[in-house]
């Protein structure tokens, strides 16, 4: 069972649905980082600045979570990928759910994010996969003299999240699962205790209140290098997600449907930055350290995270050799089986939750 949250995949799905079906009723007001409302200082930016140098004027794009995953966004910013490709860019800080909202009301017209958004596109929010961003972040983690060593170790173990049907919680089910371990709450093979930091997550780690943490990158990464926890799930390198894209970019349907050539515009910056971090990962990590982007203060780590990624470079989307509409649909056939998709035509749901764009990319 769901510790004390007593949920279950159908309810939370349903809970879902309800949120999905506010969206587009709903405001986009969120904290920024100096503790103003971000929509009253985009607005005051916006009526004292002179944007006619940009061809598409000024957009908000969440750039201020502190995620090493969206190192993409700031170096796109930084080296001026964005400004050249005509957008004056206002970075803002944006949960979750405000970049859904965001994406559905076309106020935001791109996000980082993975997996766990698929869902919500399910269930009606107007947002499409436009890219991949990079692969694995998320790992699963045992106190370095736990006797777990594999899947099968996990069987009646508790197992620490972030959130009930979070990415690193469906990261865990699809693992299991994948090794023949039932994560259906009526089998109670397995317990998933959510913890709303992952600092807590890994304190009750040492503490003996959970067996198993599945952490993001950096914590994940951090907590591994130190030799405090080991990992057992990598899904950089595990055959469930070894080279496939964990993290995805989001475009607002609104702005893919209305303006392609503008959403393709955005999404060439974001394919020069993705270029540039891959073939100058220690450069991208010294920028994102020094402008205090990411919470990450190990520099040499960050170059290791950021290379470990595989950030795609030009010359690799011009092969073709990786399509992240492939990924989309793998993923979205994997989140049926555990009970987070209720389609049952992953391919076509792959197909129309994706959208292809013209960037105009060149490789150098």
């Not at 017209?109 to 269930?123: L, M, R």
């Not at 894209?245 to 475009?251: A, E, Q, R, T, W």
């Not at 129309?352 to 150098?364: C, F, I, K, Q």
């Amino acid at each position: 069972m769901y510790s004390s949250l007593q949920i279950s995949r159908r309810q939370f799905l349903k809970a879902s649905s309800v949120i999905g079906a506010g969206l587009a009723l709903a405001g986009c007001s969120v904290a920024s980082d100096d503790g103003t409302d971000s929509a009253d200082s985009t607005a005051s930016d916006a009526s004292s600045t002179d944007d006619s140098q940009y061809k598409y004027g000024k957009v908000d794009i969440p750039g201020k979570g502190g995620s090493l995953c969206n190192a993409p966004c700031y170096i796109a910013y930084e080296n001026g990928y964005f400004a050249d490709a005509g957008f004056e860019v206002n970075l803002i800080t944006a949960d979750t759910e405000t970049r859904k909202i965001g994406l559905n009301n076309g106020t935001i017209p791109i996000v980082n994010g993975d997996f766990q958004f698929f869902p919500s596109i399910e269930q009606g929010v107007n947002m499409k996969v436009v890219d991949g961003l990079h692969n694995g972040c998320i790992k699963l983690e045992v106190l370095p003299d736990s006797a777990i060593q594999d899947a099968e170790d996990v069987r009646g173990k508790k197992i620490g999240i972030d959130e009930v049907g979070g990415t690193p919680h469906q990261v865990a089910l699809l693992w299991l699962e994948n090794h023949g371990i039932s994560t259906d709450p009526a089998d109670e093979e397995v317990t998933f205790l959510p913890y709303s930091d992952a600092n807590l997550e890994v304190e009750a780690l040492h503490n003996g209140e959970i067996d198993v943490a599945a952490l993001w990158d950096p914590v994940a990464s951090i907590q591994e290098k130190s030799g405090d926890l080991r990992v057992i799930c990598d899904i950089a390198t595990d055959p469930a997600f070894k080279d496939k894209y964990c993290c995805f970019l989001f475009g607002s349907a609104t702005w893919v449907e209305e303006d392609p050539e503008r959403a393709g515009a955005l999404l060439h910056a974001y394919h020069l930055s993705q270029d540039w971090i891959a073939k100058n990962p220690a450069e991208a990590a010294q920028i994102i350290s020094d402008k205090q982007y990411s919470a990450i203060t190990d520099v040499e780590l960050a170059t290791e995270l950021l290379t470990h990624y595989e950030y795609p470079t030009l010359e690799e989307r011009a092969a073709g050799d990786h399509n992240f509409v492939d990924d989309v649909k793998y993923f979205s056939e994997q989140l049926k089986q555990v009970g987070y998709l209720e389609t049952d035509d992953p391919d076509g749901f792959a197909q129309s939750s994706s959208a292809v764009l013209d960037t105009g990319d060149e490789p150098a």
